[in-house]
C-alpha cells in the first residue's frame, strides 16, 4: 500500500509497478515478439479500475462516495464523481477528525494488525472547499483502516486531477464474513446511474 501512496505523492500512476513487463522468450529457436506490439492507442481499452475493481457507492447528507472493491477484498475509498466538493474547489483534506489522527494509523503484518476499526458512517476524513464548506468524508463501509492517503494533506487539489483510483482517500479493508453484507448496502454503478437519471435526491441504500 505504501507504494500506491508514494506514486500517488509524486503525480505518478499507482498501478504502475503492476502491468506487463515483457521478457524475451524463445519458443523452438525463435524470438517471440511482445504481447505490446499488438497494442492499438486507438483502441478504447478497459482501465485498471474496469479491469480489477467493482465499483459502488454510498450517499451521505446528500454528497457521494465512491468504493472501488477489489476481488482480494481492499477498498478504496474516494470522491464519487459527482461529490459537490468538485464543482466548488477542494482546498484541504484533514484526517483529524477531532478525537483521533486518522493519519497517525499503523498496520502491521499480513493482517494488518493495529488498524483502526472502523463504521461505515464513521468519520475518516473531513474536507473543506474553496466555498468554505465543509464535508466529512464516511469511511462507507465496516473494515479495518489500512492506509491513508497523506499525499492530500500537502496537496489536497490532487483529487481533483488524479485518475479515478489514484485520488483515494484511504484503504480499507473488511472481514470475509462481512463482505456480502458490505455489498449489499452499497449502491451498484447500475443503481447509482439510475438515480442519476431521474434527478431523485440522493439518499442511503
Request: with cysteine; charged share 20%.
Given at each position: 500500500m505504501a507504494t500506491l501512496e508514494a506514486a500517488s505523492s509524486a503525480g505518478e500512476d499507482p498501478f504502475a509497478p503492476y502491468y506487463f513487463q515483457q521478457e524475451e522468450q524463445l519458443i523452438c529457436g525463435q524470438l517471440v515478439s511482445p504481447i505490446t506490439d499488438c497494442y492499438d492507442p486507438m483502441m478504447n481499452y478497459p482501465s485498471m479500475v474496469d479491469r480489477f475493481f467493482t465499483r459502488y ?149
Amino acid at each position: 500500500m505504501a507504494t500506491l501512496e508514494a506514486a500517488s505523492s509524486a503525480g505518478e500512476d499507482p498501478f504502475a509497478p503492476y502491468y506487463f513487463q515483457q521478457e524475451e522468450q524463445l519458443i523452438c529457436g525463435q524470438l517471440v515478439s511482445p504481447i505490446t506490439d499488438c497494442y492499438d492507442p486507438m483502441m478504447n481499452y478497459p482501465s485498471m479500475v474496469d479491469r480489477f475493481f467493482t465499483r459502488y457507492y454510498y450517499i451521505k447528507a446528500g454528497a457521494a462516495y465512491q468504493v472501488l472493491y477489489h476481488s482480494n477484498r481492499i477498498c478504496l475509498v474516494c470522491l464519487a464523481p459527482t461529490h459537490p466538493a468538485y464543482g466548488e474547489g477542494i482546498a484541504s483534506v484533514s484526517y483529524n477528525v477531532g478525537n483521533v489522527d486518522r493519519s497517525q494509523n499503523v498496520v502491521k503484518g499480513k493482517a494488518k494488525k493495529g488498524g483502526m476499526i472502523l463504521q461505515a458512517d464513521t468519520t475518516l476524513a473531513v474536507l473543506t472547499t474553496d466555498a468554505g464548506n465543509t464535508y466529512k468524508i464516511p469511511s462507507c463501509i465496516r473494515g479495518k483502516l489500512v492506509e491513508v492517503n497523506t499525499a492530500l494533506l500537502t496537496d489536497a487539489k490532487q483529487l481533483e486531477q488524479a485518475p479515478e483510483g489514484a485520488g483515494y482517500i484511504a484503504i480499507l479493508l473488511p472481514k470475509i464474513e462481512n463482505c456480502d453484507d458490505i455489498k449489499a448496502s452499497l449502491l451498484t454503478q447500475q443503481q447509482y446511474e439510475e438515480q442519476l437519471k431521474k434527478g431523485e435526491p440522493e439518499s442511503e441504500k
